[in-house]
């Protein structure tokens, strides 16, 4: 599931269970609610997420690209070790920042 959020200055996209092949038809429509509110910051919360696959991460990219073709940042917030991998391996782990401070309450690490 991938829920929205945005406030003033900020877009949290906030996203749930698996993030691969099965769950691309939500990608297109997410990617473009997100571009079309045009905040500074995209924080991406995947504390929630159980496992992503190449698709999820080209869905992750495609956020970044958006947030940074408008001068923002994205900033993944929660992720685990195999997910940074997956983005490692596919060469976007440069394209966000990513919060080493935040504390998952949901997620066990």
């Known amino acids: ?3 929205i959020a945005a406030s ?3 877009t949290t996209v906030t996203i749930s269970g698996d993030l691969d092949l099965a769950e691309r038809g939500q990608f297109p429509e997410a990617t473009a609610r997100v571009s079309g509110l045009r905040r500074q910051l995209l924080v991406i919360d995947m504390c929630d997420v159980t496992f992503m696959d190449s698709t999820g991460a080209a869905f ?3 956020l970044a690209d958006a947030a940074g073709k408008r001068g923002g940042a994205a900033v993944l917030r929660g992720c685990n070790d195999r997910e940074l991998f997956v ?3 596919c060469g976007a782990l440069g394209s966000f920042r990513i919060d080493t401070d935040h504390r998952c309450e949901r997620r066990a690490s």
Do not use: N, Q
């Open 87 to 89: 983005l490692e391996i």
């Open 8 to 10: 003033s200055t900020t």
């Open 60 to 62: 992750l990219i495609a």
């Open 1 to 3: 599931m991938i829920e």
